[in-house]
């Protein structure tokens, strides 16, 4: 049996995160999924839950541009809770931005697997999924 994944989708769009949802609900590998709507909603949930491995992501995607608390700031954050946190967490920049700047920062980024632009197809998600799922 494949090992089931736990996603957090970190955006403030609502439409991404409706189509996003309802592709992950689709696919059978995924166990649960959490929006947050900005990078701090989700710190504050990763460092809350940072002990409970049940409660935590396994994969992470993450926008650039939101309020409150931005991609940016968040990948700045981060490293303090990710050393308390009882699993590891894979991050995935996805963004609407194709600005070469964008892109080479989020490469830059020892913290991101990987920098999508937006739209993210279903294959790209189930992609991602399965080789979380074969690490777990």
């Known amino acids: 049996m494949q090992n089931k994944v736990q996603i957090a989708v970190v955006d403030d769009d609502k439409i991404f995160q409706l189509i996003t949802h309802k592709t992950l609900n689709t696919i059978d590998t995924v166990n649960r999924v959490w929006q947050f709507y900005n990078g701090e909603e989700a710190l504050i949930y990763l460092e809350e839950n940072a002990t409970d491995p049940n409660l935590l992501p396994d994969i992470l995607l993450l926008d650039i541009n939101m309020p409150v608390v931005d991609g940016w700031t968040f990948l700045k954050d981060y490293p303090e809770i990710q050393s308390k946190l009882s699993k590891p ?48």
């Open 89 to 136: 967490v894979s991050i995935y920049m996805v963004s609407s931005s194709i600005d070469p700047k964008d892109i080479e920062r989020a490469k830059s980024i020892e913290l991101v697997d990987e920098y999508i632009i937006k739209p993210i197809s279903k294959d790209k998600i189930v992609d991602i999924i399965q080789k979380k799922a074969a690490q777990l």
